[in-house]
């Protein structure tokens, strides 16, 4: 048995803002058409009934009674958007409320599901590193133990993006400010990855100042910059270079980390930092990218008041440039 349809809370909130649209557009023209008629009447009544007030000519009746039928109107028509306004700002909230349940559900859904998968990832990669150390495994045995570590590794990976998303959103996710070098960090970093760019055939040259002074929560300075460095080494064509520099100027430490890789277009640049966008979903899937890591980097460089820019020119490769702030004193 297929399961009933979700009812459609989108196409019910469409139809309940067209309706509150057209609501308000109603009563504002016809309060107003009311007003104008009422204040018209009065007055063409009182011209008919020549009763004009005490020595005034008619013209000097007309004047008057046009300088008060402005006022009024004025003054009932501010009152009228104004009473609009509040009741549209009540129905909008209560229409998008289903939405927003909705919304928070979902994410709920993500943060208990990533926090329940953490202990099973966690358990299996306990029992495949230690059969790995049984000798009694043949080698063909010990090669697919070594293929679950590593989709168990990047599982992980996910999952704990999933989770960082997740108290980002729940205003959570702590971030602390500690001085730290960032230069060593992008050395370090670059030493980390080694395995993956000799894997890639890729050279990496890191250059620029030796000390990099800032100020920062150094572990999410390291995801950001493992991230983006494993995204120049994924991007980057066999036998190419990656070039990671290291520049402090003007209150401001940075790391930049150039490929030759195939680019990205204009479009395609302005979402990259978009949560769960990939330029290439089959490519991006096929290494194991969730398309997180540049979203939540950048969210924690910007916190720390610092940022994360890119540059990109088809056929010619990519720029990251990683700025954080140097300490003051
Ligand atoms: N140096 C680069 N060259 C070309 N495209 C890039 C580069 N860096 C990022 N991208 C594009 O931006 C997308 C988003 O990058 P991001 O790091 O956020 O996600 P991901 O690498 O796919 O997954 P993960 O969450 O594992 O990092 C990538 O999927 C890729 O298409
Ligand atoms: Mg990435």
Redesign the pocket.
Same mark, same amino acid.
């Given at each position: 048995m297929t399961e009933p349809a979700a009812p459609d809370v989108f196409a019910r909130a469409r139809f309940r803002l067209a309706l509150l649209f057209a609501g308000i557009v109603v009563i504002l023209v016809v309060a107003s058409s009311v007003i104008t008629y009422l204040n018209v009447r009065s007055d063409l009544q009182t011209a008919a009934r020549g009763a004009f007030g005490s020595g005034e000519t008619e013209q000097e009746f007309v004047t008057r009674s046009l300088g008060a039928f402005r006022w009024r109107l004025l003054f009932v028509d501010g009152a009228v958007i104004l009473a609009v306004g509040i009741g549209g700002l009540l129905f909008a909230r209560s229409t998008l409320r289903p939405i927003r349940d909705n919304v928070a559900a979902q994410k709920r859904f993500v943060a208990d599901a990533s926090h329940e998968l953490r202990t099973p990832l966690a358990i299996m990669k306990t029992d495949f590193q230690v059969a790995l150390r049984d000798p009694r495994f043949a080698e063909e045995a010990r090669l697919v133990l070594l293929s679950g570590l590593e989709e168990v590794d990047r599982m992980t990976?996910?999952v704990e993006?999933l989770l960082t998303l997740s108290r980002i959103d729940a205003h959570q996710e702590p971030l602390v400010a500690e001085r730290f070098d960032l230069a060593a960090l992008a050395r370090q970093t670059t030493q980390k990855l080694a395995g993956l760019a000799a894997a890639r055939d890729v050279r990496v040259q890191a250059g620029g100042a030796d000390l990099a002074p800032a100020v920062g929560d150094e572990r999410h300075t390291q995801r950001a910059l493992a991230?983006?460095l494993?995204?120049?080494l994924?991007?980057s064509p066999p036998g190419g270079t990656v070039e990671v520099e290291s520049v402090v100027a003007g209150g401001v430490s940075s790391v930049t980390?150039k490929?030759h &890789?195939? !680019?990205?277009t204009p479009g395609?640049l302005e979402h990259?930092?978009d949560r769960f966008?990939?330029?290439?979903?089959a490519? +991006?899937q096929e290494?194991? &990218?969730? !398309?997180?890591?540049?979203?939540i980097?950048r969210w924690a460089l910007r916190r720390m008041g610092g940022d994360l820019v890119?540059e +990109?020119t088809v056929g010619s &490769?990519?720029r990251?440039t990683l700025t954080l702030p140097t300490p003051r004193s």
């Open positions: 990976g996910m993006d991230n983006v494993k995204n120049a994924e991007h980390v490929d &890789g195939e !680019g990205i395609e990259i930092f966008y990939r330029v290439d979903p490519r +991006s290494r194991g &990218g969730s !398309g997180l890591g540049l979203a980097a890119a +990109s &490769g990519t990251m």
